[in-house]
């Protein structure tokens, strides 16, 4: 969107209630009693359930999460509200109001998500009780809360995005669309790497879904490590997903345009996903540490309620990175050149096209991003670090092969992530996007999401030991079908 032209919407005036100003003072009273007993009841209701273990049920874990909803839906509206009813002061600004109505719809949605899943859990507990403790087990939990999480975000993207765009609709004729140069490859050697991306995506997915899948048939995986492991492997599916479908179909067609609310969708998920691996990445490390450092806790530190918390709070600060860097970046207005030196809508490679002042956006990427880079970095190293020592205290072989094996795969994954990462966003040479800078994106967005099942997984003795049991499972089942298939064929052969 062009700033420039923005001057009719760079802040807008809310009316606030129809109330009579010799009301205002009894209505703030009443809304500010209000929204205390909302936040103060719903945060004793949560702190009760994480200190209780008798409420350490199904039913609870999602009512935890609808109190969390509640606080956060009541705390978008209504201090800002109380706050125009009490100073006088009713304007908002542009990107405060795109903020508001992003999480107002985020957290509505997952509000009425969070009913669901808890209408089918009572469900579940009334018609089907004695299977309850199976189907209500961890992992439908917390697939049920992840679920409700990425369908609200999806949602409230998909109507936060045309709203930028249409308010600024007549200013962005020149960026109604963009053209992604893509792969700086020769033609000739195309259809080499259309075959060649092809099978990396393919293997990436068929892998990754591949690990997901043991994980949750296979008892014995459902622990902190595994569990972590299957979110990672459905983040790499994502990210995968988000880049290389296009860029494969650009190859094929040649036709390079993408049009600009997609491009600004591609942008916010390639770094929600992004930010999600790096979140993973550092929680898979203090399990490790845990597990090293201090086994005889293991089972205590790293409970379900722990794992979870996690893993939600990774989704929740990412979606808040990615939604920062989407809303400044759809306050700029672009060039009359809309083509991207990139195989996908990057941030950087947008930045470079814009024709606004982007200090504000290189600032919050330096700061912010780089915040979100070094801090789980900085985890990472440190509980190696103290993984490291604890292991050289003891001078057993065994010990230390085990502690090798152990972490050596989670290392190599960070080493390989963090480097080309680092490569592209921090330590280039400028912020031009050259074909090392491409090279390295497709290190991170491809190559790598790839690698992670045969590094993970594959060497592991665990998920050969299940996969060895679900082929085998496949194949008796092959079996006894095809002697149920013989069998009825020669029963129709006696009576014919």
Request: net charge neutral.
């Amino acid at each position: 969107m062009r700033k420039e032209n923005q001057s009719s919407v760079s802040e807008f005036l809310l009316l606030g209630l129809p109330i009579r100003p010799e009301q205002q003072d009894m209505f703030f009273t009443l809304f500010l009693g209000m929204y205390l007993t909302t936040v103060l009841g719903n945060l004793l209701i949560i702190l009760l359930i994480r200190l209780d273990s008798c409420l350490h049920t199904p039913m609870y874990f999602l009512l935890s999460h609808l109190a969390f909803t509640d606080v956060s839906l009541s705390s978008i509206t209504v201090p800002k509200m109380l706050m125009d009813m009490h100073t006088k002061y009713k304007f908002i600004s542009y990107a405060g109001c795109i903020s508001q109505m992003y999480f107002f719809l985020f957290f509505t949605n997952l509000d009425s998500f969070l009913i669901a899943s808890m209408a089918y859990d009572r469900y579940v507990a009334i018609c089907h009780p004695l299977h309850y403790t199976t189907i209500m087990k961890e992992q439908m939990c917390a697939l049920l809360v992840a679920i409700s999480w990425i369908l609200s975000c999806a949602s409230s993207l998909s109507h936060t995005l045309p709203l930028t765009q249409f308010m600024g609709r007549e200013n962005q004729s020149s960026t109604s669309e963009f053209f992604l140069l893509g792969l700086p490859l020769p033609l000739e050697q195309q259809d080499i790497f259309f075959s060649l991306f092809l099978g990396m995506y393919l293997t990436t997915v068929l892998g990754n879904l591949l690990i997901i899948l043991l994980i949750r048939l296979d008892s014995r995986l459902h622990t902190p490590m595994y569990f972590f492991l299957s979110h990672l492997a459905f983040s790499d599916i994502s990210l995968s997903t988000i880049t290389v479908p296009k860029m494969l179909r650009n190859m094929q067609t040649h036709q390079q345009s993408i049009p600009y609310v997609g491009c600004i969708s591609q942008m916010y998920f390639f770094i929600v996903f992004d930010c999600l691996d790096n979140f993973l990445l550092a929680v898979m490390a203090y399990d490790r540490y845990v597990a090293v450092c201090q086994p005889l806790r293991y089972t205590t530190i790293m409970r379900q309620e722990l794992c979870i918390s996690l893993v939600a709070g990774s989704w929740f600060f990412c979606c808040i990175h990615g939604l920062l860097h989407t809303l400044l970046l759809a306050q700029l207005s672009f060039c009359a050149d809309s083509t991207i030196h990139h195989f996908f809508c990057d941030l950087t490679a947008l930045l470079k096209m814009s024709c606004s002042d982007i200090s504000l956006n290189e600032l919050v990427i330096f700061t912010e991003g780089g915040m979100l880079f070094i801090l789980p970095l900085s985890s990472i190293l440190s509980s190696y670090i103290h993984i490291g020592i604890t292991v050289l205290k003891v001078t057993s072989t065994k010990r230390l092969f085990k502690a090798f094996s152990t972490c050596g795969s989670h290392l190599f994954v960070v080493s390989l992530y963090y480097g080309t990462l680092a490569g592209v966003y921090f330590f280039s040479s400028s912020w031009d996007s050259n074909d090392k800078d491409i090279i390295a994106s497709v290190v991170y967005t491809a190559v790598t999401p790839m690698l992670n099942p045969f590094i993970y997984s594959l060497r592991n003795r665990d998920i050969k030991q299940a996969l060895k049991i679900s082929v085998n499972r496949v194949s008796f089942f092959k079996w006894q079908s095809l002697n149920l298939l013989h069998a009825a064929m020669s029963i129709v052969r006696y009576i014919s």
